[in-house]
């Protein structure tokens, strides 16, 4: 089945080729040709579907049915597939209202702060860096000791910058910091919020299971709100070294 189905589309195909090639071609010598080579495929389409009839009908209740079920769920995957590209193509296209000169009216760049430490000490280092037209650190009230500890930690550095304390009552961090950036992006529509995350780089699979599991849940929250951007910045703790080598001997 899957043989002789695929001579007879290729056939057919083919038909199709020279039929638009002869509403293009004006040599009558390349033309005949095309009508040489249409005819061929046309008798050759002719032979392979008699073919995939006769064993279309002999063998349907012999498995053929299966064969013509699995192409058929496959073309529908597949075509599905091509359709989903092509409509983000189109919701992608340049049109008239795109300007590439458009700018936003201020970017508004903000640091996650959980603790006091050298990643988070890197992150603000970038966001001043990329020299933002505000930039507030925040951080969640999620620990009373904790939240105090930090705050310390903060002002003894003497950091120029802002630390915001959120209050979080059910201890979650997730929400306070999403209502937090939508109270800015209502406060200021045209403004682009870049929203600065430490994260840890690590070497070991288990590590992963307890590192960066906050981040993952905030960056996958911030990436459905518009005119927010996600900055991670990365921290290699010394497992990540360790893998780094073996990669590299690798």
Do not use: C
Request: glycine share 4%.
């Amino acid at each position: 089945m899957g043989v002789f189905i695929s001579f007879t589309t290729s056939q057919l195909g083919m038909i199709r080729h020279w039929g638009r090639e002869l509403k293009l071609a004006k040599d009558p010598a390349i033309k005949r040709r095309m009508l040489k080579s249409r005819t061929i495929n046309t008798i050759g389409f002719g032979m392979t579907a008699l073919v995939l009839v006769i064993v279309l009908v002999t063998k349907f209740q012999q498995g053929a049915w299966i064969a013509l079920l699995a192409m058929f769920v496959l073309f529908l995957i597949m075509w599905s597939i091509r359709a989903h590209y092509d409509n983000v193509a189109k919701e992608l296209a340049v049109d008239e209202d795109t300007s590439p000169r458009a700018l936003p009216t201020r970017v508004h760049a903000v640091l996650l702060v959980s603790h006091v430490r050298k990643p988070v000490l890197r992150a603000l280092a970038y966001a001043r860096a990329s020299r933002p037209s505000r930039l507030d650190a925040i951080t969640v009230d999620i620990s009373t000791e904790e939240t105090e500890q930090t705050v310390a930690d903060w002002e003894k550095l003497e950091i120029p910058v802002p630390l915001t304390v959120l209050a979080s009552p059910f201890r979650e961090t997730v929400t306070p910091i999403m209502e937090y950036i939508k109270n800015m992006r209502r406060d200021s529509p045209r403004d682009l919020i870049v929203v600065y995350i430490p994260e840890y780089v690590v070497g070991k699979w288990w590590e992963q299971l307890v590192h960066n599991q906050t981040a993952l849940r905030i960056k996958t929250r911030l990436h459905f709100e518009p005119g927010v951007m996600v900055a991670s910045v990365p921290w290699q703790l010394k497992s990540s070294e360790e893998a780094k080598r073996l990669q590299d001997i690798q």
